[in-house]
């Protein structure tokens, strides 16, 4: 299919997907906001909640339409309506960006972040805003970063308690280059399939396992066909919120102060829904799946074994942003 058509179908896509939201809109700004994510889910609130604080403190001069659910396709298909100005805002993973820029692929370096307030330090201090703007050269404005909770592995064959538990295993994985190499250093068999396809290959036996955050894991409701949940906090998996470069340039300063606090917003909201959801998770999962913690020294042999992935992507993230990376997060060099 040609160029030509392919922006003609995402364009009828984004249209069928929007018809009568936009209808008699007075509004003088109206962006469309696409995600993959069900409304119930942490940021699929946040993205709520940020379109009502724009929409109210812009005295309706900006107009919000939420797409969630995966209404004009998957991340990638988002991402690329983003950079083609068929879709203005996004919230895609940053491991998925890593497909448009490489240097995004450093946040998904496996087991990099230790903890949650490093991850605070990291993704909202100079660093976190210099990997952002490597967007700027893919027609996309790197807004924060918003958050869903460190990534934790589930499969059908044996908790993971060690690297080599994870041999063999077929794990599903998102379209991300560096978390598929992670996998295959650790000698599982590592499979890339789009979000919404990953029930059916966990009941279909396409996949074993997979990994994702608890928010994830439970409403899309993975523990129904897994019998581990291995709490790995290997990955902090963090949504880049993004936006169309023009779309954003389009708008005078006070509106760009505006979004910019709602988004700020919206990422304080992510990350408190988050936690405070990942606690009635763990209760509900509770004699749903079995479910292990690594120890410190499991912890500790991952971290040497993820060592490979790391040296595999350093030309690739650069040496500079990598060491600036380990400055914060406390990994020397």
Known sequence: MNNK???????????????????????DYTFTFAHVLIEDTPNGQAALRF????????????????????????????IEQIQMGLVDIGIPPSATLGNFEERLQILDLPFLIPDYDTMVELLDGDVGREILDTLSDHNMYGVNFWGAGFR??????????SPEDLEAIRMRTMQAPIIISTYENFDANATAMAF???YNGLQQGVVSGQE?????????????????????????????????????????????????????????????????????IMASLEGEIEINEITAEAREAFVAASLPVHEEYEDVVTTDLLHKVYDVVGIEY
Do not use: C
């Open 5 to 27: 058509l392919i922006k003609t179908s995402l364009v009828a896509a984004v249209a069928a997907a929007t018809f009568g939201i936009s209808q008699a809109n007075a509004a």
């Open 196 to 198: 919404t396809e990953v």
């Open 212 to 280: 994702n955050p608890l928010a994830n894991i439970y409403t899309m409701r993975f523990h129904e066909v897994q019998d581990y949940l291995s709490l790995t906090n290997h990955a902090y998996h963090a949504y880049a919120a993004v936006m169309n470069t023009d779309s954003w340039n389009s708008l005078p300063d006070d509106l760009q102060d505006v979004m910019r606090e709602a988004f700020d917003n919206g990422r304080t909201a992510s990350r408190q829904l988050t936690l405070e959801d990942e606690e009635n």
């Open 152 to 161: 934790h592995m589930t499969n059908n064959d044996r908790p993971i308690e």
């Open 51 to 78: 379109k009502e604080e724009v929409e109210e403190n812009s005295d309706g001069r900006i107009q919000i339409d939420v797409l969630p659910a995966a209404q004009v396709g998957g991340d990638v298909e988002i």
